[in-house]
C-alpha cells in the first residue's frame, strides 16, 4: 500500500471547522473535545474519545431518553476505528472524509489505546463493538429504550434479532432489515428506518458502505445514536468466534480471526496491520513535533 500524505490531514474534509478546532487543541496539548462535548485524544489524525464503556453507555442512554428537543441536535453518529479502518482511511479519501463526520470515534482495538498514552491523553478502554452491543443491550432493557437493527443477511439479521429477544427478553426491537440492497434504495429503506422511531440504530453492513449511508440517514432522523457495527451480528450467532479473553488482553484478536478464518482475514491484517500502525505512529511523530516547536 502506498503511504497517502493526505491521511494525516486530520482537516482533509471542506468545511470541518469543528475537527480543526479539535486537533488545533490536540497539537497544543490541550484536551479536547467532539461535536458531543466528550473529551478526545488524537489517533491517525483523527478525534477518538477517551472515555471507557460505561461513560459511552451512560451518555448513549443520556441521549436516547432526552428524545427530540427542537434544538436541532438531531441524531449522534457513531464510528469506530480500528487497523482496518485506520488503513483504509489512509488510501480512501472518501472513507476519510466520512469518519470527519462522525460525532463521536470510538477505539475498538487495543493497539490504539495503548497508543493513545503517547499522545498524553490515554483512552480509558478499548470499547469493542461486541462489547457495546451488550452494555447498550442491557441498559436499554432496563430503561425502555429500543434498537433497530440494520445489515447482515436475512439469516444472519433474523438470527441475531431472535438472540437479542432470548438474552433481553425487554428489549424492544423497533424493527430490523437485512443489508443487501442497492443504493437506490437507501432513501426508501432510511424512511423505514425513520419510521420506526428507534432510540439506537445498528448499521453493519462493512466499511466503507456503512459509514457512508449513516451519514445520510443522520440527515433524517431527530434524535437516538447511529452506531456502525460492521459483522458484529455474526459473533452472536456462531458464524464467527470470539478470541480467548487472554488474546483480547494482549490486543491479538486479530491473530485469532486470521487463524480461524484465514481466508477471509489473513491477507486484510498481512497488509493493514503494518500500513495503520505506520499511519498511527508517523500521526504521533507529527503531534509531539508540533508540540515542541510550540514550547520554544
Request: aromatic fraction near 10%; glycine fraction near 10%; charge should be positive.
Amino acid at each position: 500500500m502506498r503511504y497517502s500524505p493526505a491521511a494525516f490531514d486530520p482537516c482533509a474534509s471542506i468545511g470541518k471547522a469543528g475537527a480543526m478546532k479539535r486537533v488545533a487543541s490536540a497539537m497544543n496539548g490541550k484536551a479536547a473535545t467532539n461535536r458531543s462535548g466528550m473529551e478526545t485524544t488524537r489517533i491517525a489524525g483523527f478525534p477518538v474519545v477517551t472515555a471507557g464503556r460505561q461513560a459511552l453507555t451512560d451518555r448513549m442512554a443520556a441521549d436516547c431518553k432526552r428524545g427530540p428537543d427542537g434544538a436541532g441536535r438531531g441524531s449522534v453518529l457513531v464510528f469506530d476505528i480500528n487497523g482496518h479502518g485506520i488503513s483504509m482511511a489512509g488510501t480512501n479519501r472518501a472513507y476519510r472524509d466520512a469518519l470527519h463526520q462522525a460525532d463521536m470515534i470510538h477505539a475498538d482495538g487495543g493497539v490504539w489505546v495503548a497508543m493513545s498514552r503517547l499522545t498524553g491523553t490515554p483512552i480509558e478502554e478499548r470499547s469493542a463493538t461486541t462489547d457495546m452491543m451488550t452494555d447498550f443491550a442491557a441498559r436499554c432493557e432496563r430503561d425502555g429504550l429500543s434498537f433497530y437493527i440494520l445489515g447482515g443477511t436475512e439469516e444472519v439479521n433474523q438470527a441475531f434479532c431472535a438472540f437479542l429477544k432470548r438474552e433481553y427478553p425487554r428489549l424492544r426491537i423497533a424493527g430490523s432489515r437485512n443489508g443487501y440492497f442497492k443504493a437506490e434504495q437507501d432513501a426508501e429503506v432510511i424512511e423505514q428506518i425513520a419510521a420506526a422511531k428507534a432510540d439506537v440504530i445498528w448499521v453493519g453492513m462493512g466499511k466503507p458502505r456503512e459509514q457512508q449511508f449513516s451519514i445520510a440517514l443522520r440527515r433524517r432522523l431527530d434524535h437516538g445514536w447511529i452506531v456502525t457495527c460492521g459483522g458484529c451480528y455474526n459473533y452472536f450467532v456462531g458464524e464467527y468466534t470470539r478470541a480467548p479473553q487472554w488474546m483480547q488482553s494482549a490486543n491479538l484478536e486479530w491473530l485469532h480471526r486470521m487463524a480461524t478464518e484465514p481466508r477471509k482475514f489473513a491477507w486484510r491484517y498481512i497488509t493493514t496491520n503494518p500500513h495503520s500502525l505506520a499511519l498511527g505512529l508517523w500521526d504521533v511523530l507529527k503531534l509531539k513535533a508540533s508540540r515542541s516547536t510550540k514550547a520554544r
